[in-house]
């Protein structure tokens, strides 16, 4: 693997897995829409930027003009529950974008595509039920995916994501706001019961994607049309993760049990796909944490 | 079933379908978008417009207006192999604009559908496995529509459509080349094998629309979250197509064999869904030409 594409890179996991890339000696491209916050990709070096504002033609050039052995496609609009203003931008950002991207790859001969998907899309563990709209969206663009498959020859790999946590995440999750309070003190508002989380360090997503795109240059047959599970080795309740960060921090976190309201829908099983060939996650919740509080 | 709103009734299928409601004395609100050919729906009796130009708090408003029992949704764009210009279209009409109409809907708190897909999303039978880029777009708007389904209670049945054929039929496809060439006495370019085509007439494929959304509401068990296939009694030959022609009209239709470029890709084989319970195509390959040389 000498040159790659991705889109996301301004995002959590995408920023660190420029920064994989570029480490590994890897020439990236990354196409960002106008205005994205590229300051988490500074510091990543040899990056090229590319932007893509919506014109097709242009984006052709920018595949041809790459010339990518594989491109990572993570870029995506996130929404837990969608207000009526965010349908057209959730369908722009994953569904439109996704499939541009496809057709300019397409025209540029370029065919090598890994994508993240979510394990959002497989509520109950089913092989297709959406937890919400962004979900959907993932599925959608899916199936869009299916027919550069089907008609045009793509390979393509779809990697299913579940909770992705690391260090300096600044999302709006719970092991930052973990953080937060261990930091500030102020106790921190949970659910009132004792919720199931599904967290994989952000390094072993990161490994999975490389694993992942190398297979399909070198090894195809084992990936290409497939779907597989980015999952942790098992669940972890709310209050294991609370009781391995005291530990590792030394100090209680501050709570305030009750005052977070639960979701009204949850991922109760999650799905049970086979993984990335070759990997699985090496990251265990103690180091995982060890490695966050050491990057905070 | 007294009032229904309906999109596409400017299409082939959709007119048919309006003036067979209107015929059956149901109130009909036909959801257009500006600039949409209005002309054949002048005959409909008691039809009412209106239009959605893609502003979400408008068709939320049409919506609770109308307050239909079901909605049908036949609009979509079709093109069989698209060009790079066709994307960002294809996208609008066949996923944004009926995610729209599904979100206007749940705020409305109108919850049955009714809604076409195409034979296309199954290449070779299989579950899915897209024709053309058309056909990927309708089976994201299957996964959207599964949100709805999932999360918010929606009862939606999906219609398989096979290909519609009918008299009045302006759109450039085989059974009007036919009509022409009878007409005109100009060679038609065939292809140079003989290709089965799945003939379906557009009054059975009306009907097929009408028991769905009786079933919907009076017994929605049998239909709610279902697929099923508006297909043919069986597949026809062109040449036998064309011999039941020469049959009704008394004299050869002028053919070019070998002149019309063999598609890409074909349904080898069809999809085998179920039917609608209680429907089966009624009216014959002879049957349907006698109708359709009536109406021409």
Redesign the interface.
């Known amino acids: 693997m000498n040159r790659v594409l991705m889109t996301g890179a301004a995002g959590y996991v995408g920023h660190r897995l420029a920064r994989r890339l570029a480490g590994d000696g890897i020439a990236v491209t990354a196409l960002l829409r106008p205005g994205s916050d590229r300051s988490r990709l500074a510091k990543v070096p040899g990056l090229t930027v590319r932007e893509h504002d919506g014109d ?2 242009a984006l ?1 050039a920018i595949l041809a003009d790459a010339k990518p052995e594989a491109v990572f496609h993570l870029a995506g609009k996130y929404v837990r529950e969608h207000a ?2 965010d ?2 931008g959730l ?2 950002d994953n ?2 974008f996704g ?2 991207l496809l ?1 300019a790859m397409r ?1 540029a001969g370029v065919n090598r595509l890994v994508h993240a998907a979510t394990y959002f899309q497989h ?1 109950d563990g089913s092989a ?6 962004y ?3 993932k ?3 899916e ?2 995916l ?2 550069y498959v ?2 045009h020859g793509f390979s393509a790999t779809t990697l299913v994501l579940y909770d992705v946590y690391g260090g300096g995440d600044w999302r709006r999750r719970l092991i930052p706001a973990i953080l937060a309070a261990l930091r500030s003190g102020e106790a921190m508002p949970i659910p009132g019961d004792d919720p199931a989380l599904d967290l994989v360090y952000v390094d072993d997503v990161v490994e999975a994607f490389m694993v992942a795109a190398s297979l399909l240059i070198e090894n195809p047959d084992q990936v290409a049309g497939h779907r597989f599970a980015v999952a942790p080795g098992r669940r972890c309740t709310l209050s294991e993760i609370l009781a391995a960060f005291e530990r590792r921090a030394g100090k209680p976190v501050p709570i305030k049990k009750g005052a977070w309201p639960a979701p009204a ?1 949850t991922l109760t099983v999650p799905w049970q796909g086979p993984p990335v060939p070759g990997w699985q996650p090496q990251i265990s919740l103690d180091e995982g944490i060890r490695r966050l509080l050491a990057e905070a």
Chains 1, 2 share one sequence.
């Not at 297709?128 to 709209?133: A, E, F, S, T, V």
């Open positions: 097709l033609d052709v009526r203003a349908v057209a369908m722009r569904i439109l499939v541009e057709e025209a509520m297709y039920r959406p937890l919400n709209l979900a959907a969206t599925q959608a663009f199936d869009m299916s027919y089907a008609v829908r």
